[in-house]
């Protein structure tokens, strides 16, 4: 009797459990934590003085909004994990859509890494790679329950978050004001400023990377996240100004604990509340950064382009267990060897490129809208503006990544 050919069940597909609140809290979660906590150091070192700060937020505000736009408007005709990778592949080129999976990946997981060791040098400076290393453990435990136990988390998170930045902020405008500047700058270095700071900006992908898992994605996708950047860019404004208001881009250009030493100078009774609520917004950028790398994995192992293990899908918690572990290791290694700001340039560069082919991918449906094309030039812009080992090894990086690209695109055919 002739064998019979071996049956190979599908892996089953990710299931909509999101609605338009917890896609919202996630964005808030993603962004909140992520600028508030640690780039005003190398942004206020890079801008020089309080007003080519601020100008250097709205730089990146409005950059964050044109690919928020571009982004909501592709995850609406394409519901589905992968955001950035999925729209180049389909409206440019898979070359493209490579390019900005392969620069989610990185640049995401030395994200994930940056948040990690925010987490370790705000609640236990002495040990803080270690204490890193314990919370990427632990939250990567969290995302295998399935997205239903990160939405919840992520609100309890957001909550916490906000709520010790209002209190940070009415001690700091109550206080005494003490500001040191550094002087002027060049309009360059507002650019640079402006591409740490949008580090803070662009955990709104993470709405569109759970484009699966997302009930009515052509409606809620569009509106969580403009709404969710909304309301992170009034809390960061308000931030920057009591932080300047207080300390001056000359303290701040030296901190690593930023907000820490705002509450110090305002409230010193506030500072350890401070602590507290910066590892938990850190914990909270990173439970979803870890599970947006995920997701992006999973769409390029179901394309091939990455290996296909990495496609599994649990059967009961409906998460992507391999590619969820395989996140959480390379960020493990990223915590053991990068410090924190060169982790948030090296990201910054990676994030960057991912938009501007969201923007290209945009600027293919039509219309007269200039956002996309706005867009497209501020991510090249303000990407060759980051400090030169950021660019570099950014560089290095996607030529690894298109090396990975040809093999690939020879095995598949």
Not at 309 to 336: H, I, N, Y
Not at 366 to 376: E, Q
Request: with cysteine; net charge positive; charged share 10%.
């Amino acid at each position: 009797m002739p064998a019979q050919p071996s049956q190979t069940r599908p892996p089953p597909p990710l299931r909509r459990h999101l609605g338009l609140p917890s896609a919202i809290v996630i964005g808030l979660a993603s962004m909140l934590g992520a600028g508030v906590f640690s780039v005003w150091g190398p942004a206020a070192a890079a801008a020089g003085s309080g007003a080519a700060l601020l100008a250097a937020l709205a730089v990146a505000g409005l950059l964050a909004y044109c690919n928020a736009d571009s982004s909501a408007r592709l995850a609406a005709i394409y519901p589905q994990s992968g955001g950035a990778y999925v729209y180049g592949t389909e409206r440019l080129h898979p070359a493209a859509g490579f390019a900005a999976g392969w620069g989610f990946l990185v640049g995401k997981t030395a994200s994930a890494a940056a948040m990690a060791l925010t987490f370790g040098h705000y609640l236990l400076p002495e040990y803080h790679r270690a204490l890193a290393v314990a919370v990427v453990v632990a939250l990567c435990a969290v995302n295998l329950l399935g997205v239903k136990k990160t939405a919840v988390a992520a609100a309890v998170f957001a909550s916490v978050t906000v709520g010790v930045l209002a209190a940070v902020v009415i001690a700091g405008f109550t206080g005494p004001a003490a500001a040191q500047h550094l002087g002027r700058t060049h309009p360059w270095g507002v650019l640079t400023a402006a591409g740490f700071i949008f580090f803070a900006f662009a955990g709104y992908a993470r709405i569109a990377t759970l484009g699966e898992e997302v009930k009515r994605p052509e409606r809620t996708i569009p509106r969580a996240i403009p709404i969710a950047l909304a309301i992170t860019f009034a809390l960061y404004a308000t931030v920057a100004a009591a932080a300047l208001y207080v300390l001056g881009t000359g303290t701040l250009a030296g901190s690593e604990t930023p907000l820490a030493d705002l509450a110090a100078a305002g409230a010193p009774a506030l500072e350890p509340l401070v602590s507290v609520g910066a590892g938990i917004a850190a914990a909270g950028v990173l439970l979803s950064l870890l599970a947006g790398i995920a997701r992006t994995a999973l769409a390029m192992a179901r394309d091939r382009r990455l290996p296909g293990g990495l496609a599994a899908v649990s059967d009961r918690f409906a998460a992507p267990w391999a590619a969820e572990l395989t996140a959480s290791t390379a960020v493990l290694v990223v915590v053991a060897t990068l410090d924190l700001a060169g982790a948030i340039g090296f990201s910054s560069f990676c994030v960057l490129i991912y938009y501007a082919v969201a923007n290209g991918s945009a600027a293919t449906l039509g219309g007269r809208s200039p956002v996309p094309w706005v867009g497209l030039a501020g991510c090249l812009l303000i990407a060759v503006s980051l400090p030169a080992p950021a660019v570099l090894g950014g560089m290095a990086t996607f030529a690894v990544g298109a090396v990975w690209y040809l093999v690939s695109e020879r095995a598949r055919r």
